[in-house]
């Protein structure tokens, strides 16, 4: 255990295929399939969450969003477009360069910045959401990592993560079917040690001070070519905490 979240074996991997972030049909494919579930269920939350009007066409205005471990910034530019003041944050210096170009083309001001979850929280820095999406099991020292994306959810505010759990169905699906069949993702892209279940998740969460008040299974659906919100959560996952007001 370390006093730092940063595995440099797997920040290596992910810069080297940083020019690779925007490209649908590459390396980050899959990522692209899931971001609409993600983007979805963000917005929905967080509008019911703050009261905003469903029918708005950015019903998170006046928001601040960070979103931890943003890579190349998939989920920061649709935050952008919602209305809200998105801060972008990913250990990689090449991520966020790559980041800042997209967003600068595509008329988007987004602040990104190469530094880490605890560096934030050590700052005292407080979002009114804060995004931890498929990156929990890319880091080291996870009790560290978790509490620091507690600590940056500011009082009232929202805490997302999504990962993968750590089931033989995760295994078959997410390491042996990704990674070796279909060949989604390169080869070592996750590690099955490092798969938490929703029940550890959220006793890190609960720990620190928030509660959880929802979850939510992610399924891939092969026919349709695209993943969609199911009540399984035996394979990717998504857990909502709370901070009280």
Known sequence: MTDSTINDEEVARFSAMAEEWWNPKGKFRPLHKFNPV??????????????????ALRPLTGLRILDIGCGGGLLCEPMARLGA???????????VRIAALHAEQSGLAIDYRATTAEALAAAGETYDIVLNMEVVEHVD??????KSCADLVAPGGLLFTATINRTLRALAFAIYGAEYVLRWLPKGTHSYAKFLTPDEIAALVERNGLKVVDRIGVA?????????PSPDLGINYMVLAARPA
Do not use: C, Q
């Open 38 to 55: 993600r983007i979805a269920y963000v917005r929905d939350k967080a509008v019911g969450h703050f009261g905003r009007d469903d029918g």
């Open 85 to 95: 003041t998105v801060v972008g944050a990913d250990a990689s210096e090449r991520n």
């Open 141 to 146: 020292n996870v009790p560290l990592y978790m």
């Open 220 to 228: 891939y659906h092969p026919l349709a070519d695209e993943w969609r």
